[in-house]
Each structure stands twice: as C-alpha cells, then as structure tokens.
C-alpha cells in the first residue's frame, strides 16, 4: 500500500495508484480531517479525470460538498484552501511522467498535514482496506448517502490568478521579454495569462498538454529547450514550471540555468535590504550547494537547513517565524503570501525585481552567489530503502576523504519512487563526477 512520503502519496496509475486506492485515501481524509466541503484539482495527466471522479464520488458518500477545480496549479489548489479555509485534493505526480499521478492534500487554512493527522490517515486507510479486502462494504457504513453532485467552480482559480497580479505594481513587467515554458501541466494556461495581464512580451512554449505529454523533456526537469528559447527571442528571462507548477528553474538572458540556490540567495539578499527577512534567516535543504552557504555568510544572513522536502522547509519556516525558505530543485515558499511553494509567484517576484533592476539576469545571479560543480545521479533500485546511509556507510565515509574539505557527498533515498540519490560537490566538475559514478556503481550493484 502507498504511504505518504515527501510530499503527498504517488505511484504508478492503475497499479499503485488505482481508483479504489483514492477513494479509501479520500474517505480516510474526510474522517481524520473533519471535512464539510473539499476542492479538487488536477494536473493535465490523462489518468487524473478518473481519479478525481473517485475521489469526488468516496467524498460526497461521506456527506462532503465537493467543489472541482478542472486543471489547475497545485499552488492554485493550495491557495483555494487557504482563502476557503478549507480541505484540498490535488491530484497530481508533480515532475513525474505521466504514467504515475499521486495525492496531495492540504488541510484547512491550505496547510500541509502534519505528521500526526498523516499518520492517522494512514490507520484509517489500512482498516478500510482491510475491511474492504474481507468482503464488507466501507461505503456509507448503514448511513445514508447524500444524493448531491460535485460541482464546476472556476472562481478558484480565477482568485488566484487576481491575488498574484495584484503582487505587483499595474504594467509592472511592460519592458519585459520572457519566455515561458509551462511543461505541457497545469500553468499551460494560466503562467501566460498572468504575465500578459502585468505587461510582459511572453513567448511561450510546451503549452499545448495532451495528457501524456506533461514533463516530457520540458519544463523545471529539462530546461535546455527553454534556454535555446531564450537566446533566440532575446529573452530578458525564461521561466520554466514542473507538471504541476509548484516550482521554477529559471534561465538568464544568456540562456544559462539559474536554480532554486540561485533564486533563494538573489531573494535572500533582495529581502534583507528591504527589511522584509523576517529574524534575518533563510531555510534550505540538506541538497543545497555550498556555495549558497557561502553566500549567506558573505551577507550575514543565517541558514537552516532540513531534509529534502518543501514539507520540511515549511515546518522550519513555521517553528522559526520566518518568511523565506526552499529548495535547489525550485519550491520556493514565501510564506508571507501562500502557504506552499510556488512557481508562478516566485516568478513574479523574480521577473519585478529584474525589470527594477539596471542590471541583467545574468549579472543579479552572478553576483547572488557562485556554485560549486555538483554532480547528481538517480539509482533506481528493486525496491525502496530508509537505512541507506547505514548500509553504504563505508563507501560514503572513502568519498569524503577524497573531496576532504573542498567538496561534500549526500546519499538519500527518494520519497517518492524507489531510486537512490547521489550527490557529490567538488572544487571541479570531473572529481565530482569520478566520486559519484563510483558511489552510484557500488549501490547499483548491490540494489539495483
């Protein structure tokens, strides 16, 4: 049975992730959660109209009002609940392929679940699963069944899109060239309808999703398309989102790439100078290169660092009363102005402090910070694995004496597939690499 991982459950659709599996997830929500009315969205994946039939139909035998959202951008979702204060399905595999999808919910007020409420999902699933598996129907429970439909509600999204232009100033982007790459998912529509409605010249590619093309050598995982897009046009910026639109890899008018690092240390500092750093400190993750740290310390601005996850950035953001935090892959949390990460708003922001600017892309990012060569290498292995610092141990430990004190290596287990993460920063770009193909072979061969 799936579990929660880093964020949200996901899985192979018709295999792991099925129809019953949602529903039972759905009805174990409604209860943990309290629900009376929940909204659902979707990315653009072929297989998420039928999940959010299920999902909706377990909902409404429970006695839930449920309003759909049709395609829209998991931030779009998130930021539903938070003004609604209320419950949240997104259903969506965010950077995977299309044959995977996945559930992420957010409680009342747009909030990720915590731990304990996930865990007592968990429980609740595992009994209706179980029940159900005996033979015994966990639909209605002897009561009866409300005969109400889930209903069409495309103010939602039509909110979100009014809270983001009202970020910035009217025409705030009128001498702004960007190119967008939209990754065929759920910003297809709504990144160029939002960058126009602020003034921008947009350029627009990977727009036009068929349901198995989301995240196809496009968008926040595959930038190079975005990049070549940029020189072309002469592009100010590019900005591309992953599948469902809760992160952001950005090029500069160069066409190089500018990462989650980059974008956290350029707000980091923009944010400082303006006062708005809350307790002067800013939260990344254990994947974060070294020379963001460096950075930081040039500007006096203090770094906590979690595991991988925006759950975890947030959490720290939270305990710590702070207002900036994310990842290299691209969340990035304003927690000032939505309760998750998102794409379109740290593009907005990106794109203002840019066309403010007298300096180019390229030179803001030059001077935000300066990275280390790191190489990253997925291991897919048979089967997932917790302990695998413990069992590669040695390896590890011989990795790092190589590097000594130029460079560093982090060994994780995905949260959401069953792939093993190599990651090795070096003063060079081939020790990197020597370091992690070694480490990433020994594991191979061992798991693989």
């Known amino acids: 049975m799936l579990k929660f991982g880093t964020d949200g459950v996901r899985g192979e659709f018709g295999t792991e992730l099925t129809t019953t599996y949602v529903a039972a997830l759905a009805r174990a929500a409604a209860k943990v959660l309290q629900c009376k009315l929940v909204v659902i969205g979707r990315d653009t994946r072929e297989s998420g109209p039928v999940l959010e039939q299920a999902i909706a139909q377990a909902l409404i035998e429970c006695g839930v009002e449920v309003h759909l959202m049709g395609v829209a951008p998991t931030p779009a979702i998130a930021h539903a609940a938070a003004t609604g204060d209320l419950v949240a399905f997104a259903i969506t595999a965010s950077h995977n392929t299309y044959t995977d999808n996945g559930v992420k919910i957010f409680g009342n007020g747009g909030r990720k679940l915590s731990d304990d409420e996930q865990s007592r999902i968990e429980i609740e699933l595992i009994n209706a699963i179980a029940t159900q598996n005996s033979g015994q129907s966990t639909q209605n429970s002897g009561q009866s069944v409300s005969q109400s439909q889930a209903t069409f509600h495309p103010k939602y999204l039509a909110q979100y899109c009014a809270t983001l232009i009202a970020t910035a100033p009217k025409n705030a982007l009128a001498n702004l060239k960007i190119a967008l790459d939209c990754a065929n998912g759920a910003m297809s529509s709504v990144a160029p309808e939002v960058f126009v409605a602020l003034g921008a010249t947009v350029s627009t590619i990977h727009t036009t999703p068929n349901g198995k093309n989301i995240n196809d050598e496009c968008g926040a995982t595959h930038p190079l398309s975005l990049s070549e897009s940029v020189k072309n046009l002469k592009a100010d910026l590019g900005i591309a989102f992953d599948g469902d639109g809760d992160r952001l890899i950005a090029t500069d008018n160069d066409g190089l790439i500018v990462d989650g690092d980059h974008l956290l240390a350029i707000s980091a500092r923009e ?76 593009a907005i922001r990106l794109a203002v402090f840019v066309a403010s600017s007298s300096q180019t892309l390229s030179e803001i990012a030059g001077e935000a910070m300066t990275s280390f060569p790191q190489v990253l290498i997925n291991v897919r292995i048979a089967k997932s694995t917790e302990n695998i610092q413990q069992i590669f141990a040695t390896e590890i430990l011989q990795a790092q004496k190589i590097l000594a004190d130029n460079g560093r290596v982090l060994v994780r287990s995905s949260g959401t597939e069953p792939v093993v993460r190599v990651m090795v920063e070096a003063v060079q770009h081939e020790i990197a690499k020597s370091v992690a193909t070694a480490l990433a072979d020994a594991i191979a061969a061992r798991l693989g």
């Not at 002067?280 to 994947?287: A, F, I, L, R, W």
């Not at 070294?290 to 601005?301: K, Y």
């Not at 710590?320 to 892959?329: C, K, M, P, T, V």
Request: aromatic content about 2%; glycine content about 10%.
């Open 271 to 346: 944010m400082k100078s303006t006062g708005a750093l809350r307790n002067n400190k800013v939260v990344v993750t254990v994947m974060t290169n070294i020379g963001f740290h460096q950075a930081m310390q040039r500007a006096e601005i203090e770094v906590i660092t979690t595991p991988v996850g925006d759950r975890a950035v947030l959490a720290a953001i939270e305990e710590n009363d702070l207002a900036l935090g994310g990842e290299q892959s691209g969340h990035i949390i304003y927690h000032d102005q939505a309760t998750t990460g998102d794409g379109l708003l740290a």
